[in-house]
């Protein structure tokens, strides 16, 4: 799949970004169609609590309940009002199942869903193993399912307008691209889960960026990864790593430290053109930046803040999966984009 493929498809998620639908101030109540039933298969993810939250609030959903293995989280969620539910239960009730274990548990539980022909949302990264998507993709396809991916920034609006910029050529040839997602995982049960991975933080975080890069670029030509462990702890978690990807008239680099204290404002998504540069920071609650030399499109020649949309994490992504499902549409982002975004993870994990 060509760079232009990839750019009309990251279009679409940009245009359904920036249309008014996808405000969360200006969404319209749904009163004459009955909701879609969705229920949360795990609970142990760090997203889980935004996402039930995100699906509790919209009027396109009914949330049917949970089913949590562990029984601290279930209680939680318990005493918060959330029914649960056995797997069977779930199942039998939900249209649609979110996938919200912990990592090591999505190819698993999103299997499961599958198999019993559920639409599906399958929290980042979704498997340890290209073999293992390709199995869940096969499913999907074969039950005729939708199966949407947990990229948290695939509707960020100031992702859109990078993405729109590149597309249009407002920051002429792209020479470059550098992003950084840092975090701070200094208790043991923290770094433990995410070093269950050789990725380490390149997997939990960086599959983050990676996803915007492909989507942006397209396959690379090679991917060199660098993974150190270094914090002082007792364990072997890749806390500190960069992964180069080679294109033809680009480099990328995409940075994940785990040691860096009061990191998400720090964040960042900077593009490189001949015509300027656009930067995003933080890229939550996003601030966006371009400095361009020449006029181009909405922008002038000159150092400049894009007014931005209000934004709040999740809440887009589950309004095109419900606006799909409801019009028996694709997703912003098709199967093939995907394979080929989680190809690039685990490449740059050395998985």
């Known amino acids: 799949m060509n760079r232009r493929v990839f750019l009309k498809t990251s279009l679409t998620a940009a245009t359904l970004t920036s249309s008014s639908a996808f405000a969360v101030d200006t969404v319209p109540p749904i009163q004459a169609r009955p909701?879609?039933?969705?229920?949360?298969?795990?609970?142990?993810?760090?997203?889980?609590?935004?996402?039930?939250?995100?699906?509790?609030?919209s009027t396109e959903w009914e949330l049917v309940g949970i089913c949590e293995e562990q029984a601290t989280l279930r209680e939680r969620f318990q005493k918060q009002g959330v029914r649960v539910l056995s797997q069977?239960?779930?199942?039998?009730?939900?249209?649609?199942?979110?996938?919200?274990?912990?990592?090591?548990?999505h190819y698993r539980h999103a299997k499961a869903a599958l198999v019993a022909s559920k639409h599906v949302h399958v929290e980042k990264p979704?498997?340890?193993?290209?073999?293992?998507?390709?199995?869940?993709?096969?499913?999907?396809?074969?039950?005729?399912?939708?199966?949407?991916?947990?990229?948290?920034?695939?509707?960020?609006?100031?992702?859109?307008?990078?993405?729109?910029?590149?597309?249009?050529?407002?920051?002429?040839?792209?020479?470059?691209?550098?992003?950084?997602?840092?975090?701070?995982?200094?208790?043991?049960?923290?770094?433990?889960e995410v070093a269950e991975f050789r990725g380490g933080g390149m997997f939990e975080l960086g599959c983050h960026l990676i996803d915007v890069v492909v989507r942006l670029l397209g396959r690379?030509?090679?991917?060199?990864?660098?993974?150190?462990?270094h914090g002082r702890f007792d364990d072997k978690l890749a806390d500190n790593a960069v992964a180069l990807f080679e294109y033809p008239r680009a480099l990328?680099?995409?940075?994940?430290?785990?040691?860096?204290?009061?990191?998400?404002?720090?964040?960042?998504?900077?593009?490189?053109?001949?015509?300027?540069?656009?930067?995003?920071?933080?890229?939550?609650?996003?601030?966006?930046?371009?400095?361009?030399?020449k006029p181009a499109g909405p922008y002038a020649a000159k150092q400049?803040?894009?007014?931005?949309?209000?934004?709040?994490?999740y809440v887009p992504e589950f309004a095109d999966l419900a606006e799909s499902l409801r019009a028996e549409r694709p997703l912003a982002v098709t199967p093939e984009t995907d394979l080929l975004v989680h190809e690039c993870v685990l490449k740059a994990c050395e998985m």
Request: glycine content about 6%; hydrophobic content about 40%; charged content about 20%.
């Open 252 to 293: 990328v680099t995409v940075s994940i430290n785990l040691l860096q204290p009061n990191a998400h404002a720090r964040r960042f998504f900077e593009v490189i053109g001949t015509n300027g540069t656009a930067l995003l920071q933080p890229i939550e609650s996003p601030v966006l930046q371009f400095d361009l030399v």
């Open 126 to 192: 979704p498997t340890a193993t290209l073999a293992e998507f390709k199995e869940l993709q096969a499913l999907a396809r074969q039950n005729k399912r939708l199966m949407q991916m947990g990229y948290m920034w695939r509707y960020n609006p100031g992702v859109a307008k990078i993405i729109e910029s590149v597309r249009e050529g407002w920051l002429g040839d792209v020479t470059a691209i550098r992003c950084s997602m840092n975090s701070l995982y200094n208790t043991p049960a923290g770094r433990a």
């Open 220 to 229: 690379p030509e090679k991917i060199t990864p660098t993974l150190r462990t």
């Open 304 to 313: 400049q803040s894009v007014p931005l949309p209000k934004y709040q994490r």
């Open 35 to 57: 909701r879609l039933r969705i229920g949360f298969l795990g609970m142990a993810h760090s997203h889980a609590a935004g996402k039930l939250s995100a699906v509790q609030s």
């Open 88 to 105: 069977a239960d779930l199942f039998r009730e939900a249209q649609v199942i979110a996938v919200e274990s912990a990592v090591r548990d």
